[in-house]
């Protein structure tokens, strides 16, 4: 392995995900091992603009491996988005000699990396970090198995209380762009019925749906709603639709937002982060840039950062069946 590189950089940005500090604490750790000091970026590419950095060692990680969000701290940057802030970025890093940087993020946290990349020819690593799973090159990104673990015990504890009252519940999870939370909580707690962006269920089925469960002697409902839903403008306007046509149904609406993002991560997402950490330090002392570390198949592996990026990570259509199946 080559280790000309002396000083790595470290990054978390965008949406933070539990796990998030379990991959800090690899890298760093990692950097350690192979003699490699680590600088913390705080604020992500914010930070780097304003020059918010500090040397990290490996005393600097205790006891976070179990801790949700970022020590590191994240932020989202318009000037990161413009040459200027870019090669304010840059000039940051050459002057406290650094000579790598290492990103825990999503796909527009990759974009940025890929684009300082190409403009300063700056070895540039990306670990996936989002709840959401959308990275293609990746079977799992970080935060996502603690979050789907989430989803599933809340939508547990709301089907105590719609069982008590008879009420028909749409619960709304994260998924702008993709339901892969919405489907696998959905198909674990037993929803019955699932509406993510990549399937237009409409509403007129939805109804026909919901009124087969009535008759088939179900006296309540869970419908778990990706944010990025196509069906209605938003959850709130699918329950006043389901309301007035179904009106022997108790209809609420319960967002779980950010709580989502929260929390200790699991015992996968620690594995995950470690094993992603340790792996992207080794390929930047070895000269691979513009990449991202994944896990496909339980081996780590690698992907282009463009192609993680513009790649379609595919919803799983034996799922859907397993969905519209276990509805019955």
Not at 55 to 72: C, F, Y
């Amino acid at each position: 392995m080559g280790k000309s590189l002396k000083r790595i950089g470290l990054l978390t940005s965008g949406g933070d995900a539990p796990g998030m500090n379990a991959a800090i604490r690899a890298v760093v750790r990692s950097c350690t091992f192979y003699n490699v000091e680590c600088v913390g970026i705080y604020r992500g590419y914010q930070g780097l603009i304003e020059g918010d950095l500090m040397l990290l060692n490996a005393r600097s990680v205790n006891n976070i491996i179990n801790k949700g969000g970022t020590i590191l701290k994240s932020a989202r940057s318009n000037e990161f988005r413009t040459k200027a802030g870019r090669k304010k970025a840059y000039e940051n890093l050459k002057e406290a000699n650094v000579d790598g940087l290492i990103v825990i993020g999503g796909d527009g946290s990759f974009t940025g990396g890929m684009k300082f990349n190409k403009e300063f020819n700056f070895p540039v690593v990306g670990i996936p970090g989002t709840i959401d799973n959308d990275i293609y090159g990746t079977n799992f990104t970080i935060g996502y198995d603690t979050a789907l673990n989430t989803v599933v015990e809340a939508i547990d504890k709301i089907r105590d209380t719609a069982s008590s009252h008879n009420r028909l519940f749409f619960v709304e999870v994260m998924g702008r762009d993709a339901g892969f939370i919405a489907l696998n909580a959905g198909v674990g707690a037993g929803a019955e019925e699932i509406l993510i962006p990549e399937e237009n269920l409409g509403l007129e089925r939805l109804l026909d749906s919901l009124k087969r469960s009535k008759r088939s002697g179900k006296s309540s409902s869970i419908v778990v709603v990706a944010e990025g839903d196509k069906i209605g403008k938003n959850v709130f306007e699918l329950a006043d639709y389901v309301n007035e046509n179904m009106p022997e149904y108790d209809v609420r609406v319960s967002v779980l937002g950010h709580m989502q993002r929260g929390g200790a991560p699991s015992c996968f997402d620690r594995v995950l982060a470690s094993r992603l950490g340790v792996k992207a330090v080794e390929l930047i002392l070895d000269g691979k840039t513009n990449i991202m570390v994944g896990l496909v198949n339980n081996e780590v592996v690698t992907t282009d950062l463009e192609k993680a990026i513009k790649g379609h990570h595919s919803i799983n259509k034996e799922l859907l069946k397993v969905s519209d199946i276990m509805s019955t």
